[in-house]
């Protein structure tokens, strides 16, 4: 069942072979999958962009990478969706997943932290000030 849905999404993959008959491309199309196998196509494209080295699947960006694919994919399937409350818990619990592996990336390499949110359109949280009170 693995093999099948490996050559499944193989086949859906951006950079299959491009040897393959102009009708078998058409059925294999990303517009023909369901949101489910193109968010995970979507997700591994990202990751490649992402990746470190090639063998690296894991990496903190890649991670975070995929994980803001999956998020958006939820926000889109939410906002259609208003009472699915169980993909709402999937999507807040991807977004604190996300929040924390940034912060793990932000403490051990900040330059790497700034590259991958300018690369992924997150914006840049806000600098705490300190508060001033009316005692002075």
Known sequence: ?????????????????????????????????????????????????????????GSTRVQVARLSVEIQALKVHITKHKKDKHSARSYSLKISHRKRLLAYLKRKDPNDYLATMSALGLPLPRTKSKRRTARS
Do not use: C, W
């Not at 693995?2 to 008959?21: H, I, N, T, V």
């Not at 949101?35 to 997700?43: F, H, L, N, P």
């Open 1 to 57: 069942v693995a093999e099948l849905e490996q050559r499944k999404y193989k086949l859906l993959d951006p950079s299959f072979p491009d040897d393959l008959s102009d009708p078998v491309q058409r059925v294999l199309t990303l517009a023909n999958a369901t949101s489910k196998e193109r968010t995970i196509a979507q997700a591994k494209t990202v990751g490649r962009a992402f990746r470190m080295h090639e063998t690296d699947v």
